[in-house]
């Protein structure tokens, strides 16, 4: 990778960006039961209930996900254990405000990447504070999958973006399948690069957090590395409230495998198939992660 000049760019504002994709999974069903409205006043009732629980769960996902990178990044910064992985000051990081573009059940955030002295903090957040959203909505019963990338991108409006970065980022999203996070070659690729920065440490930290698992990599939101850095920052009763957490999650995610098994709703057993495959893994990586967060 080399450095966006200004003859390179021409008169296009490009940069290198960091874009997460994030999609709310299950939302269909509900939705395609709202194909019209109600005929009756008896239908009603049940046609309000599930707008209310589709819109809630948006919402909720929505509101905790941007609440999440806040708090991570302001513990990251009151954090004696944490400062020799977040110098230089924050202030610097956060003049490059992060960004974010919503439409449904999607929610894009983008973080430009154009300053070497905070590339490698802004990376290394957004991983650690993406597993904690992972973490806290599967314990919520909230299903979704994501994918990371960074690459070429450039805004269209100050809310939009638009690039080879989001694009990769979504067809990420999409090959994740099941609840989980994919994280694009081209970001390890740059953790590699200068662009990065110049703290090795930093750099380990962040290729500790990705897994390569079933022809992806993927963010180990649950592997030891992530534990240990949770646990730096969560001492006594409020790790404990996060292994109550992860516990909450592993059930859930052994319900929506009874569920789907049962679940009268969906007539297509391919489709049937390929879910009970997706959660039978994201079972199995619960079940061989567990005994660390217990």
Sequence with gaps: MTENGEEDRRNVPYHYYLVGV????????????????????????????????????????????LEMFRIVFNKHESQDSMQHLVSPPMEKLRKTPLGIQQFSDTTITFFRLDNQEI???????????????????????????????????????????????????????????????????????????????????????????????????????????????????????EMRHLNQEVESGRKFVEEELRRIKHAPDILDEEKRAELLRRYADVKEYYENNMDRWT
């Design 22 to 65: 994030f999609d709310i999974l299950g939302q269909g069903d509900d939705l395609a039961k709202m194909k019209y409205l109600p005929n009756s006043p008896e239908e009603w009732p049940q046609f309000n209930e599930l707008n209310r629980r589709t819109r809630q769960k948006v919402l909720e996902f929505r509101r905790n996900l």
């Design 119 to 237: 590339n490698g903090q802004a990376i290394f957040m957004t991983l650690f504070g993406s597993a904690a959203v992972m973490r806290w909505a599967l314990s919520q019963r909230i299903s979704f999958r994501a994918g990371i990338a960074i690459g070429p991108a450039s805004l269209i409006t100050d809310h939009e973006i638009y690039g080879a970065a989001l694009a990769c980022a979504a067809s990420l999203e999409k090959k994740q399948g099941c609840p989980g996070i994919a994280v694009g070659d081209g970001l390890i690729e740059f953790v590699d690069s200068p662009l990065f920065g110049e703290s090795t440490e930093l750099r380990a930290s962040v290729k500790s957090f990705i897994k390569l698992a079933g022809g992806l990599q993927r963010l180990d939101y649950l592997g030891e590395p992530m534990r240990q850095l949770v646990r730096s920052m969560n001492p006594g009763e």
